[in-house]
């Protein structure tokens, strides 16, 4: 039992936080210069990173549950941008949505990167909707059906 109070006092939100972009960044590069490697397969087009957001992220909303922060204090953030703001104010809820962020955006970043393999699009055209995915998710991926429907000449609404 001690080991995991241990544990517990060392995945801080902070802690959580930073192994989370730690994590990422090199899963970019990954995407970015080598899409199709082995590598890339076991941890960005299999289960295995998803597997690690969801266990940090039902940890947090645990921990957030263990604070006695209401939940249902999340569901106001549709009451406006104001209650948006005081919701991000709260630490557990601003760091589930970073790991939401950097889960999907990830997610966004490995289908472009293999259905630019798929349609036979250079790397170094994909780079730049790639940037663009990991800083801000939907424009990466207007700027990648672009260049799907330019250099593929493939364009369609459904997979």
Known sequence: MSFLIKLQDYFTFEVIYLWGNLIVLPLWLLLIFLPTSNLSKVLINSITIPLLFSIAYIYVGYQIFLLEIPIYNAFNLYQGIDELYALFADEGFLLIFWLHFLAINLFVGSWMARDGVRNNIAKKIIFIP???????????????????????RRFSFNE
């Open 130 to 152: 790639l940037i663009f995915a990991y800083f801000a998710g939907p424009v990466g991926l207007l700027l990648y059906w672009i260049i799907r429907m330019v250099f593929a």
